[in-house]
């Protein structure tokens, strides 16, 4: 796992933005993992003003998003499969149609998120995962408890998420759902290349305890401390409880450049 701290959120967008613009350069019809939520923002804007400028192609890629709420009708614009559509995916070449998310108004769920494991794996694995973090150190929406080796499932929303998440239902807590379907943590540590990114200092524990705690269901993102292969994106509020801040800061001030994350 690598740490890198940045400056601010425009540092790591650019960051995470090279990761993709590089992966989609030497593999045009890469596999894209999307995550929803404020953090990845800057890093669709940043490949969105880079697709402008004509210096990225999404038109021979494929994206698959990390989790859904259940229940929320088709049409309503916090469906995570909107989100991003207004966030990435409908400001790029990338046909809607090569953009999916579990299917949070099947009536059949275990066979909707059977479906959605196969039709990653029918797309070849995701190979960049962009994630988020959770206060309470869930990655997608798989909360404290969750089975390291879980697949994509429905899982209950901890009352922490709902209330993280209400100020996109209009800061009302009853309006957000319940429950969602989520890719696993299994799911998301069979991607090739997991990209974290994480800004504020609400973050900082659940950074700390995914990079520096004990693996531990607990605290799901440090699951990935498994992964071979983790770039940990964070601003200077969300490394201020790391303790290895500054081997963190040295490691990557001495990076040859050839190295890349
Ligand atoms: C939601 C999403 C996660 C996201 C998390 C953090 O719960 N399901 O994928 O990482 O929010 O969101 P934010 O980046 O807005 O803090």
New binding site residues.
Partial sequence: MEIVILPDAEAIGRLAADQICALLDRKPDAVLGL??????LPTYDELVRRHDAGQVSFAGARAFT??EYVGLAADHPERYLHVIERELTGRVDLDPSRVAGPDGLAADVPAACAAYEQAIADAGGVDLQI????TDG????NEPGSSLASRTRIKTLTRQ?RL??ARFFGDDLEAVPTHCLTQGLATIMSARHVVLVATGQG?AQAVHQLAEGAVSAMWPASVLQHHPHVSVLVDEAAASRLQLAGYYRETYLAKPSWQGL
Avoid at 35 to 40: K, N, V
Avoid at 131 to 134: C, N, S, T, V
């Fill in positions: 995550a929803t939520g404020s953090s990845p990390l989790d994630l988020g973090i959770g869930h990655i997608g929406f998420t993280d998440n973050k």
